[in-house]
């Protein structure tokens, strides 16, 4: 659904679904206090149903699907992280999540799945692959015989009507469907992005000497020279000569005392 306006048309088309697939009729619909929903009374009278809609700001008088609404999200946000998918692929999160959820056991049902409840018949899951994983798709028709015979792809879930798989082309950036596929399942197309100074600790400042009251009177310009080095002169030195780092003073021996 693009608009909200293709409500009443999907609505349509979800009851013929449910009465021609499992021959029985829609009998009571719950929804919120949307406009969407509430322009469709005179639809439910002519079908029959009992409509109930919450009051305005409510949305606890509609638990049951407020809790089914906050179960897929968690779900779609887990495959979403976990594959590192753009946010462009949101829908696709959504209809995987609900494929696997349909598929999984439930104490609800008495550890029975939703789909086997619906269909009577156990579910495959021979098809279940990793979600945002890289796949490498059978190029059908090649343009010559030395031309790739697959191209790499984005697996995004299980297309409706079809034995086949969603993938999305990365080179053609487009989604289409294939069943002849090998999957890296434990490879992603979109790596984390890693920070780099996550792993480095940030540098310590450097701590400044501490200066004796001795030093005051000393320029500011000063203050980084170590107060254990001998004193230099004020005279600028010659530029044909180069000063000594350490200049010792100079001592004249003593006779030692006679016996």
């Known amino acids: 659904m693009r608009n909200k306006s293709e409500t009443q048309t999907l609505l349509r088309q979800f009851f013929h679904y449910v009465h021609t697939q499992f021959n029985t009729k829609v009998q009571k619909l ?3 206090n949307r406009a969407e929903f509430i322009s469709l009374k005179f639809f439910f009278l002519e079908e029959g149903v009992l409509f109930q809609h919450s009051c305005v700001y409510t949305p606890q008088q509609n638990g ?13 946000r887990a495959l979403r992280f976990q594959s590192h998918l753009s946010i462009t692929f949101w829908g696709e999160c959504i209809l995987t999540a609900v494929h696997i959820i349909n598929r999984l056991p439930t104490l609800l049902l008495h ?8 269909y009577n018949k156990l579910p495959d899951y021979s098809r279940m692959r990793f979600f945002g994983c890289v796949a490498f798709a059978t190029i059908v028709n090649p343009s ?3 031309s ?25 950036q487009k989604i289409f469907t294939n069943r002849d596929v090998v999957f890296l399942e434990d490879t992603f197309y979109h790596p984390p992005q890693v920070n780099p100074t996550a ?8 701590p400044l ?7 005051s009177h000393l320029p500011p310009s000063s203050a980084i020279i170590d107060p254990f080095d001998p004193p230099m002169s004020s005279s600028p030195a ?5 000063p000594s780092l350490l200049e010792l003073p100079s001592y004249t021996p003593l006779n030692p005392p006679a016996a």
Do not use: W
């Open 144 to 146: 010559s015989k030395f």
């Open 209 to 215: 000497p501490i200066m004796s009251d001795s030093f």
């Open 238 to 242: 010659p530029t044909d000569s180069v």
């Open 199 to 206: 792993h480095n600790p940030p540098a310590l400042p450097l």
């Open 148 to 172: 790739p015979r697959g191209t790499k792809c984005i697996f995004l879930g299980y297309p409706m009507g079809q034995k086949a798989y969603k993938l999305y082309d990365i080179a053609a």
């Open 64 to 76: 049951v699907v407020e809790r089914k609404h906050r179960h897929i999200l968690e779900n779609a």
């Open 111 to 118: 550890k029975k799945t939703p789909f086997k409840i619906l």
């Open 30 to 32: 719950c929804f919120d």
